[in-house]
């Protein structure tokens, strides 16, 4: 396993970006474009050998290594290092941030039209900024990634969007400066509130365990609610989701896919790194009103995606209500729900990712995504239709396909939680379980206009997908329903990691 480096695995797309930015590169877009899509495809690969090889009956991180400069870690007079490790929730959503990038590349031929160097240049260098935060063990380092993240969204939102991209690329940009300020000063004080408690200047946020005999409760919250606000941009949480639906509707095709794919879960990865493994006592103080709070995401969310005009803010709207399912799974204090909160997350991006690929489809043949203006064109587009219905079916979770099992882990969770509120508890799993016919309901609406409705007439010399889009979509559909059939290949991974959480929160 000597030939595992989690360095390579997060700063290889780094080197390639430079690579492909280097003057010497030949400025031809399909050099570039086989180039990158060669390595994304290694990459994916290399990434997979982790879990071949990972332990997953080890408790704790694994393939654990350390980024020093001339023999020395980074920052060490101030306790911080650039220290990388992977436990099971960690690893798969490592392996699905390569998956849906190589995903991307092999749908942006159809969709980016210039500047080919910076585009690929900007994704493989998100690629690394997202793996960087999942892999770091140092709460700075995990930080310095989160930032770098922001600026390839930018770009990549506003260089490749439609003519109000830029303004949306700027105001997701603004108010994520404002909640990663919250992040990074609930993190300083608990820097340097650990150090006058212990005289010791740590950033390891295994060590950063929140113990009450030494934190006063007061501190405890504060700090809490601190990363709760970070983090609640990113999952996103109502009230701090407007920039999701905004940038997705504005951006290319691509790039929605990238989106939904993986920035949405490195919130629900803070949450669980920092707000529950730092701070359990707290968090299930708070977990009464995180349940409601994703209760209000799953039905706001969901009921505002019904009238959304526009295909990609209905499918916004909608992966939006499903992080509620997240969120309520997380509060119900048990490993069912546990379990079904982390596989919800993964499943999520990949059915979500999966409707986008779609959408790029129909959005490149007929240059629009408005839902009334697309009709019947299942006549013409058959295989796009029946990979689509798989996807749609998979989005409501029809047994057997991806999102069944966390859904049902989740809902059984929430009615064998031990919470006090045993009457909200209850109400809440049987709005979640309404909740979800609701979503039975726009999704196929939303099948139903686009593909089997009447024919318009401009649609009707349509092309079906090609050979390239095909091989796209159906790799998607056959993981959705690998995952369905064997959902034990991925709770498996990270049952050792729900078990230390539960010591750690005592329940």
Same mark, same amino acid.
């Not at 639906?245 to 794919?261: E, F, H, M, W």
């Given at each position: 396993?000597?030939?595992?480096?989690?360095?390579?695995?997060?700063?290889?797309?780094?080197?390639?970006?430079?690579?492909?930015?280097?003057?010497?590169?030949?400025?031809?877009? @399909?050099?570039?474009?086989?180039?990158?899509?060669?390595?994304?495809?290694?990459?994916?690969?290399?990434?997979? !050998?982790?879990?071949?090889?990972? &332990?997953?009956?080890?408790?704790?991180?694994?393939?654990?290594?350390?980024?020093?400069?001339?023999?020395?870690?980074?920052?060490?007079?101030?306790?911080?290092?650039?220290?990388?490790?992977? &436990?099971? %929730?960690?690893? /798969?959503?490592?392996?699905?941030?390569?998956?849906?990038?190589?995903?991307?590349?092999?749908?942006?031929?159809?969709?980016?039209?210039?500047?080919?160097?910076?585009?690929?240049?900007?994704?493989?260098?998100?690629?690394?900024? %997202?793996?960087?935060?999942?892999?770091?063990?140092?709460?700075?380092?995990?930080?310095?990634?989160?930032?770098?993240? !922001?600026?390839?969204?930018?770009?990549?939102?506003?260089?490749?969007?439609?003519?109000?991209?830029?303004?949306?690329?700027?105001?997701?940009?603004?108010?994520?400066? @404002?909640?990663?300020?919250?992040?990074?000063?609930?993190?300083?004080?608990?820097?340097?509130?650990?150090?006058?408690?212990?005289?010791?200047?740590?950033?390891?946020?295994?060590? /950063?365990?929140?113990?009450?005999?030494?934190?006063?409760?007061?501190?405890?919250?504060?700090?809490?609610?601190?990363?709760?606000?970070?983090?609640?941009?990113?999952?996103?949480?109502? =009230?701090?989701?407007?920039?999701?639906?905004?940038?997705?509707?504005?951006?290319?095709?691509?790039?929605?896919?990238?989106?939904?794919?993986?920035? !949405?879960?490195?919130?629900?990865?803070?949450?669980?790194?920092?707000?529950?493994?730092?701070?359990?006592?707290?968090?299930?103080?708070?977990?009464?009103?995180?349940?409601?709070?994703?209760?209000?995401?799953?039905?706001?969310?969901?009921?505002?995606?019904?009238?959304?005009?526009?295909?990609?803010?209905?499918?916004?709207?909608?992966?939006? +209500?499903?992080?509620?399912?997240?969120?309520?799974?997380?509060?119900?204090?048990?490993?069912?729900?546990?379990?079904?909160?982390?596989?919800?997350?993964?499943?999520?991006?990949?059915?979500?990712?999966?409707?986008?690929?779609?959408?790029?489809?129909?959005?490149?043949?007929?240059?629009?995504?408005?839902?009334?203006? =697309?009709?019947?064109?299942?006549?013409?587009?058959?295989?796009?239709?029946?990979?689509?219905?798989?996807?749609?079916?998979?989005?409501?979770?029809?047994?057997?396909?991806?999102?069944?099992?966390?859904?049902?882990?989740?809902?059984?969770?929430?009615?064998?939680?031990?919470?006090?509120?045993?009457?909200?508890?209850?109400?809440?799993?049987?709005?979640?379980?309404?909740?979800?016919? @609701? +979503?039975?309901?726009?999704?196929?609406?939303?099948?139903?206009?686009?593909?089997? +409705?009447?024919?318009?007439?401009?649609?009707?010399?349509?092309? &079906?997908?090609?050979?390239?889009?095909?091989?796209?979509?159906?790799?998607?559909?056959?993981?959705?329903?690998?995952?369905?059939?064997?959902?034990?290949?991925?709770?498996?991974?990270?049952?050792?990691?729900?078990?230390?959480?539960? &010591?750690?929160?005592?329940?």
């Amino acid at each position: 396993m000597s030939f595992l480096s989690l360095i390579w695995l997060i700063l290889a797309p780094i080197v390639v970006a430079l690579i492909i930015m280097f003057p010497k590169f030949p400025n031809h877009q @399909v050099k570039i474009r086989r180039f990158a899509k060669w390595f994304a495809s290694l990459h994916f690969v290399y990434a997979l !050998l982790f879990l071949v090889f990972f &332990d997953t009956s080890m408790y704790g991180m694994s393939f654990e290594k350390e980024l020093t400069f001339f023999g020395m870690s980074w920052l060490k007079s101030l306790g911080i290092s650039a220290k990388f490790g992977v &436990d099971g %929730i960690a690893l /798969l959503f490592v392996i699905l941030t390569t998956f849906v990038v190589l995903i991307t590349l092999f749908m942006s031929k159809i969709h980016i039209r210039s500047k080919h160097k910076l585009y690929y240049s900007l994704v493989f260098l998100l690629e690394s900024a %997202i793996l960087g935060l999942f892999c770091a063990k140092d709460m700075f380092v995990f930080f310095v990634f989160w930032e770098l993240s !922001l600026i390839p969204i930018y770009f990549l939102v506003s260089q490749w969007g439609n003519s109000e991209a830029r303004r949306a690329a700027m105001r997701y940009t603004f108010a994520a400066f @404002v909640a990663n300020m919250f992040l990074f000063f609930g993190m300083l004080i608990l820097y340097y509130y650990n150090f006058a408690i212990s005289n010791v200047l740590t950033a390891n946020i295994e060590t /950063l365990n929140m113990d009450s005999k030494f934190y006063p409760l007061w501190f405890q919250i504060f700090v809490f609610v601190n990363f709760l606000i970070g983090f609640a941009m990113r999952v996103p949480f109502v =009230l701090f989701h407007n920039w999701y639906p905004d940038i997705q509707s504005k951006s290319s095709a691509p790039v929605n896919i990238l989106l939904s794919g993986f920035v !949405l879960n490195t919130g629900v990865y803070g949450l669980i790194r920092f707000n529950i493994q730092v701070f359990p006592e707290i968090f299930k103080l708070f977990a009464p009103v995180l349940m409601i709070w994703g209760l209000v995401n799953i039905v706001y969310a969901g009921a505002i995606s019904i009238v959304q005009p526009g295909v990609k803010k209905m499918v916004s709207y909608a992966q939006i +209500s499903t992080t509620g399912f997240v969120m309520l799974g997380l509060s119900c204090l048990n490993s069912v729900g546990f379990n079904g909160a982390v596989f919800a997350s993964i499943a999520s991006s990949l059915v979500f990712c999966s409707l986008f690929v779609v959408i790029s489809c129909i959005e490149f043949r007929t240059k629009t995504t408005y839902i009334t203006s =697309l009709g019947g064109i299942g006549q013409v587009m058959p295989k796009c239709m029946y990979l689509a219905l798989i996807i749609c079916f998979a989005a409501i979770g029809v047994p057997f396909l991806v999102m069944f099992t966390p859904k049902l882990l989740i809902l059984t969770g929430a009615m064998l939680s031990n919470l006090d509120q045993q009457l909200m508890v209850k109400i809440a799993a049987f709005i979640g379980l309404c909740a979800i016919a @609701v +979503s039975a309901g726009y999704i196929m609406y939303f099948f139903y206009k686009v593909f089997c +409705s009447v024919l318009l007439e401009q649609w009707k010399k349509l092309k &079906d997908l090609s050979p390239q889009e095909t091989a796209v979509l159906s790799a998607l559909c056959l993981t959705i329903v690998y995952l369905g059939i064997n959902p034990m290949s991925i709770i498996n991974v990270y049952q050792s990691v729900s078990s230390i959480i539960l &010591d750690i929160l005592q329940v």
